[in-house]
Each structure stands twice: as structure tokens, then as C-alpha cells.
């Protein structure tokens, strides 16, 4: 039976109502969506251009590359506008206890 490894990330306030943030986690460049309450985790650098998410703009459920205005569903990692077309790699988030807990694998 497969257990998750669920991983520290954050306190639940430090991921801003509607905003985006940057966090290192297990050696890993994270981004951390507080979408409408929810949080949600990528991969933090667009897969088309080597630029930080946590830099761009969230509207909704979508983020804005701040390089070339590509965006992604930050509940899937799904591409959602040109000029991306490749997927980011999206992590299963729980809350506990007002922690953001990850699993990265």
C-alpha cells in the first residue's frame, strides 16, 4: 500500500487572499495560489519561458506568466492561453492545523 509523504510547506496566512506566492520546499521552486479561499500548488518557473509564476498575475484560477502573458489553471497545471502549450506539474495540497502540507512525488 502506498502511503503519501505529505510535507510542511507554509502556514495557511502566508499565502494572500487572491495572490500567488514563492516558497522553496524539499529543494523544489513552488507556487502557492490562494484562489477564492483554496490553495493549490505548480511548479513555480512557465513552462515556456524560464520566468516565475509567482511573479505573474492571478485572476481567478488562472496565472499569469509575467513574460509572455501565457496562462495556466493553477487547479490543474492545465495551459489555458497561447503562448503556452505544455503543462505544469501540479501538487496535491491539504491543510492542517493552518499548515499548507504538499505531496511533492
Known sequence: MDTIEWIDATAMGDVPADDVIGILVAGRDIALYNAGGEIFATDNICTHGHARLCEGFLEGHEIECPLHQGRFDVRSGQ???????????????????????????
Open 79 to 105: 495551459p489555458s492561453c497561447a503562448p503556452v502549450t505544455e503543462a505544469l506539474r501540479s501538487y496535491p495540497v491539504r491543510i492542517e492545523g493552518g499548515r499548507v502540507l504538499l505531496a511533492l512525488d
